[in-house]
């Protein structure tokens, strides 16, 4: 966001306008939360308002980012994986890169400075699998913060490495016993204990998601992956690209990428879902192909739940994908027609992350494999003179014991 928005550039970015005055994405998105939540909704919206205004605001975090996390990325030409893909050029833009392996960090730091500057000193996080976890806390170790993350007891359990990461860093993490002890519980955890201690206390949400503002605040920081590629790849090419690729769980590293790109009538966008085992519930996690409208913590979306209104169980073999409801605002530009949506499944991810390592000594996370696996099903239809930019949201460090236990399962790879 560099100074004002001119009409102009307002046409051109198309519209910077939402969300409303009440939150809402055309009839998504909103806050449906208590009457305490409410005014700490009502003050974070004000803060972050005036601090993004702000130049020494922006300035702060845009220095952070550079060299804290090592921005900008880098956006490359991944040479092998088109000449093998045989179609459109592919390009990747390197999130992977940045401190702490994802694009998390970015929010981090930014929701981090902005709690900073409304003069707390707590932050409290959700975390499934512990990449959100991991980049609250290192914000907390960098900035002086106490922190607590919390975690559902089954993910404690299955991610035991993260949760020594994030003591490690200072922080304490604290078990949910309710409901299926995942990431739900864990949101719903962390809303209670801030309606409890919002005096101190920030929220440090992890995606696009939750209740107006979060899903502002969350795009509006990640929106620099955007901004970077415009930059990049005008530089590069002289040209913008004609396809942008992401995976989509609660939507940041999607929004992240597309938003600064919506008024470009030229470029195409595909938000790419976890499929999972199959499109059967509780065998996925691909909300706006098995999914309904309706209300979950805080924010009216795309929801997998049963005609009763009961939540779906979801399963993606990555983690990041895996949650039972999607970010307000790819379900207004979905409904629009802006973006369009579809899945990969366990199956092909698999094979995208092995794809990517063999021919670009890129390993992957899980997650950015489902964006790899698509992107390069489009550039295989395009033409060599289009261009596809794929989000690697993160490296798959994080996965690889994970993938050689389901490859010796399947007899695919020796130990
Ligand atoms: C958490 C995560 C995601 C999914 O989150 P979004 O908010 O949808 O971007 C994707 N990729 C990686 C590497 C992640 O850690």
């Given amino acids: 966001m560099k100074g004002g928005l001119t009409?102009?550039?307002?046409?051109?970015?198309?519209?910077?306008?939402?969300?409303?005055?009440?939150?809402?994405?055309?009839?998504?998105?909103?806050?449906?939360?208590?009457?305490?939540?409410?005014?700490?909704?009502?003050?974070l919206e004000k803060s972050?308002?005036?601090?993004?205004?702000?130049?020494?605001?922006?300035?702060?975090?845009?220095?952070?980012?550079?060299?804290?996390?090592?921005?900008?990325?880098?956006?490359?030409?991944?040479?092998?994986?088109t000449r093998e893909t045989g179609g459109a050029e592919i390009w990747l833009k390197r999130e992977d890169l940045n401190h702490?392996?994802?694009?998390?960090?970015?929010?981090?730091?930014?929701?981090?400075?902005?709690?900073?500057?409304?003069?707390?000193?707590?932050?409290?996080?959700?975390?499934?699998?512990?990449?959100?976890?991991?980049?609250?806390?290192?914000?907390?170790?960098?900035?002086?913060?106490?922190?607590?993350i919390y975690m559902g007891s089954e993910d404690v359990r299955r991610q035991a490495l993260n949760v020594f990461r994030m003591k490690l860093l200072g922080s304490s993490v604290c078990p949910v016993d309710t409901g299926g002890k995942t990431l739900k519980d864990a949101i719903s955890e962390a809303l209670r204990d801030w309606s409890r201690t919002v005096r101190t206390?920030?929220?440090?949400?992890?995606?696009?998601?939750?209740?107006?503002?979060?899903p502002l605040i969350v795009r509006s920081f990640q929106s620099v992956?955007?901004?970077?590629?415009?930059?990049?790849?005008?530089?590069?090419?002289?040209?913008?690209?004609?396809?942008?690729?992401?995976?989509?769980?609660?939507?940041?590293n999607a929004m992240g990428l597309f938003h600064p790109f919506i008024g470009d009538e030229s470029v195409n966008m595909f938000g790419v879902e976890a499929g999972g085992?199959?499109?059967?519930?509780?065998?996925?996690?691909?909300?706006?192909?098995?999914?309904?409208?309706?209300?979950l913590q805080g924010t009216r979306t795309f929801v997998?739940?049963?005609?009763?209104?009961?939540?779906?169980?979801?399963?993606?073999?990555s983690a990041g994908l895996d949650y039972s409801a999607v970010g307000p605002e790819l379900a207004y530009y979905r409904e629009t027609g802006r973006m369009t949506f579809d899945w990969v499944g366990d199956d092909e991810a698999l094979e995208a992350f092995q794809r990517l390592s063999r021919t670009e000594g890129i390993i992957p996370a899980l997650e950015s494999s489902h964006a790899i696996a698509y992107g390069v099903r489009l550039a295989r239809a395009m033409t060599p003179d289009q261009i596809v930019v794929i989000n690697l949201s993160g490296r798959g460090d994080k996965d690889v014991m994970e993938v050689s236990r389901i490859l010796e399962s399947k007899g695919e790879v020796g130990s």
């Fill in 201 to 214: 206390t920030h929220y440090l949400l992890g995606t696009a998601f939750g209740p107006h503002p979060f």
């Fill in 225 to 252: 992956i955007g901004q970077e590629v415009r930059r990049q790849i005008l530089a590069k090419k002289g040209r913008l690209p004609d396809m942008l690729v992401a995976c989509v769980g609660g939507g940041s």
């Fill in 304 to 317: 997998l739940q049963n005609p009763d209104g009961q939540i779906e169980n979801t399963h993606s073999v």
């Fill in 100 to 148: 702490t392996g994802a694009h998390k960090i970015t929010n981090a730091i930014g929701q981090a400075l902005l709690a900073r500057r409304m003069g707390k000193s707590r932050l409290i996080a959700e975390t499934g699998a512990g990449q959100h976890g991991v980049a609250t806390a290192t914000v907390a170790a960098r900035l002086g913060f106490e922190c607590q």
């Fill in 48 to 81: 972050f308002r005036a601090a993004w205004r702000e130049k020494a605001f922006r300035d702060e975090f845009r220095e952070t980012l550079a060299d804290y996390s090592g921005r900008p990325t880098p956006l490359y030409f991944a040479e092998s994986l």
């Fill in 7 to 43: 009409r102009e550039s307002m046409k051109r970015k198309g519209s910077p306008v939402l969300p409303d005055m009440r939150g809402y994405f055309g009839e998504f998105g909103g806050r449906f939360v208590s009457e305490t939540l409410m005014s700490a909704l009502l003050e």
């Fill in 277 to 295: 085992r199959s499109i059967t519930p509780g065998e996925h996690a691909a909300r706006f192909a098995g999914g309904s409208i309706g209300v």
